[in-house]
């Protein structure tokens, strides 16, 4: 299945943030980008979306086709704003989604608490059972059942979950309960187990059901409004909503499976820099994307962003749909620091978010944050924030920082600022070491890939952290979630279950998976409306050693591998993940897996940056110089990167300042601009 090499047509990519809403209109008949950035709407993210529009002077009713990242689904399941919800399980299983895997909320200790997405009262239980190989072991009780309905109704639930036993293997009781239900309760936002997630591991397959109906109707009433207020703009177009897993979904349909939103932001990120380092050249990432209110990151190796089946929102909140492998830490430019009882300096998670802000919005903030330090060392000019109003006085920052923190901590306003970025960036390098050396990766073998609002003013103290080579600064690092939007690929991900061992399993039927999945996924996206240019197939298998509970992904050339090579294939990732071989122990194949994926046209990255500023020299691109912290002051030339001159190379120290954020290159970095407008950093040893 192809189409043209060159995206055609007007589109908007539009990400709503925690702080910002960003949006990206691109116009490929008129070679034109337009670009938004304003505070996000927190009690009714429609209003920030249509407010990103009007900023960037964009007509809905032009549009072709409009993509949106939403952080509803997310918010909600973090700060537990979730609908009533009822669940109706197998007769002596209502516990399951309590008992979970017998871990700790701390792990070495014994405090910390868990509270369920569904209350013990509103988790009923039925007279049903199906055994693990589909057979039937007592028939659904319809009685029962329909009394289970009236009384969840009658306790005002809103969603319902239906959550047999084994489903996975039979789903024969879950999809008669589903009749059954919307006979009682027309209206009931229901989720069925087995049709959100077809695999084995009752927790995992109940938890991932519960967060669903629990966000479905808070989701659901999100889109159809802002699809309402599109409309009522001219816009007449499918609205798509980006998923999880990098893929896009209708906003029609997007509530029938809201779970699979969760992450929708952070993965319309990962998958920009995924295709931005595959026209850079540079395929093995490491993505580092700083925000006003947290830090995410995530791996890419061969331009493929990692995707999990076990992202883990919270402790004890496991969501098993596939999802780019993004790792989050509190950790953004609005994080609070702050002295903590014993005396020691902390960063985050607390964060000022857009209202009241960092001190330095003057939206009346009054505690210490990332974004504060950095203003204090003078690596951000106040004349370029975004959210400012009013005149910052500088020398109020310094002195909150010499109250608050240098007071506590003996040191002056720089050094205690110095100190914040600091501990900032180790707690931002540590999660750049959860996606690669947990996995078995070393970081020096990828690039860091540095976006989000704040994510270049530290990526180079962090690579230098980490001993990465070489930081790749695209050419909109605070709107790359919303390019995400426009380059996302349309994706469907297929989890079949065959849970037996190895040496025992039927392969005949394993071809047979990968098959039937290849062909769900032709039609998935036979059925879209959005044109693509390449049609790929990705295949993999979750494997374990009998005895043990947690998978290996292991993926796989294509659709018939053999016994033996599945073997040596898993044999092989578990060594590189732990670095031992357990040959006398069995392994078991658990799940099947595949991912369909069509592929966008090309976006000309190159329309990003100003042609015309390309012409100019390096000195005319140079604004002036001011003081800049670097474990002393330095007087540091000052560069608007619009007016970078085509293949610019800079050595720092240095600041590049844009619309929509600044880049600090460290004394001895060096970076060297490409053709689509990215800077490649070449990081310096260690002072």
């Known amino acids: 299945m192809t189409g043209t090499n060159r995206l055609g047509g007007r589109f908007a990519g539009i990400d709503v943030g925690g702080t910002f809403t960003d949006l990206l209109h691109y116009d490929s008949a008129a070679r034109q980008v ?51 919800t009822g669940l109706i399980t197998t007769m002596g299983f209502r516990d399951v989604l309590e008992l979970g895997r017998r871990t700790r909320p701390q792990a070495y200790g014994m405090s910390g608490q868990f509270r369920p997405l569904i209350p013990r009262d509103l988790r009923l239980e039925i007279p049903e059972r199906m055994l693990a190989d589909g057979s039937e ?29 084994h489903a996975y293997a039979n789903p024969a009781h879950e999809l008669r309960a589903g009749q059954i239900a919307r006979e009682v309760w027309p209206e009931v936002n229901l989720t069925l187990g087995h049709a959100l997630l077809s695999e084995s591991r009752e927790y995992e397959r109940g938890v991932t059901a519960a967060v669903n109906a629990s966000v479905q109707p808070l989701l659901r009433r999100y889109v159809e409004r802002l699809a309402d207020r599109l409309a009522a703009r001219g816009y007449a177009r499918d609205l798509l909503v980006m998923t999880g897993n990098g893929g896009m979904v209708s906003a029609r349909i997007v509530a029938e499976e809201a779970a699979k939103t969760v992450m929708s932001g952070p993965a319309s990120g990962v998958m920009a820099a995924a295709f931005t380092g595959r026209r850079a050249g540079i395929a093995d990432l490491l993505t580092y994307d700083m925000g006003g209110t947290s830090t995410d990151v995530a791996m890419i190796r061969g331009a493929d962003p990692a995707v999990s089946h076990e992202i883990e929102v919270e402790y004890a909140m496991p969501i098993h749909v596939p999802m780019v492998d993004v790792r989050t830490v509190g950790a953004g430019g609005g994080s609070i620091a702050r002295v903590n009882a014993a005396g020691l300096l902390q960063v985050g998670p607390d964060s000022a978010g857009s209202t009241p802000g960092p001190i330095c919005y003057g939206k009346g903030g009054t505690e210490p944050t990332i974004s504060d330090a950095n203003m204090v060392l003078g690596r951000m000019d106040p004349g370029k924030l975004n959210s400012i109003s009013g005149d910052i006085s500088i020398t109020a920052i310094r002195d909150a920082f010499a109250a608050k923190l240098g007071e506590p901590l003996g040191l002056d306003a720089q050094n205690a600022a110095a100190a914040v970025l600091r501990v900032a960036n180790a707690k931002m390098a540590d999660a750049v070491r959860m996606v690669s050396i947990s996995l078995g990766e070393d970081p020096r073998d990828f690039a860091l890939f540095a976006f989000g609002g704040a994510g270049p003013l530290h990526a180079c103290a962090i690579a230098r952290e980490l001993g990465v080579p070489r930081v790749l600064v695209p050419a909109r690092p605070g709107i790359t979630n919303a390019l995400g939007c426009i380059v996302a690929d349309l994706r469907h991900d297929y989890v079949q279950t065959i849970n037996a061992p190895l040496d025992v399993c039927d392969m005949a039927a394993v071809h047979q998976a990968f098959t039937h999945q290849i ?53 092989d990732a578990y060594f590189k993940r ?32 100003d042609a015309g500023g390309r012409r100019n020299t390096l000195a005319e691109a140079q604004t002036g110089t001011r003081p800049v912290w670097f474990d002393d002051w330095i007087d540091t030339p000052i560069f ?43 990081v310096a040893a260690q002072r």
């Open 578 to 609: 732990f670095q031992v071989t357990l040959p006398e122990i069995r392994a078991a194949l658990v799940n099947v897996n595949t991912s369909v994926i069509g592929r966008r046209p090309e976006v000309d990255l190159s329309l990003l940056i």
């Open 519 to 571: 062909q769900e996924g032709r039609d998935a996206i036979g059925r879209e409306k959005v044109e693509i240019a390449e049609l790929r197939v990705i295949h993999s298998v979750d494997m374990r050693f009998i005895g043990q509970t947690h998978l290996l992904r292991v993926p796989l050339p294509g659709p018939a591998p053999t016994r033996d090579d599945l073997q040596t294939r898993f044999e």
């Open 640 to 682: 608007w990167r619009d007016h970078l001159p085509a293949q610019a190379s800079l050595t720092g120290p240095a600041i590049v300042e844009q619309m929509d954020c600044t880049l600090v290159l460290e004394p001895g970095d060096r970076a060297v601009q490409d053709a689509d407008g990215n800077l490649i950093v070449t």
């Open 34 to 84: 337009r670009l938004a950035k304003v505070p996000t709407t927190q009690d009714n993210q429609a209003d920030g979306v249509l407010a990103a529009l009007d900023a960037a002077s964009v007509d809905a009713a032009a549009l072709d086709l409009i993509v949106h990242g939403t952080t509803t689904t997310t918010n909600a399941v973090l700060e537990r704003r979730l609908c009533k």
């Open 137 to 165: 072991y007592r028939a659904l009780d319809e009685h029962a059942l329909r009394a289970a309905l009236r009384q969840l109704r009658n306790e005002g639930c809103e969603s319902l979950v239906i959550h047999f036993l």
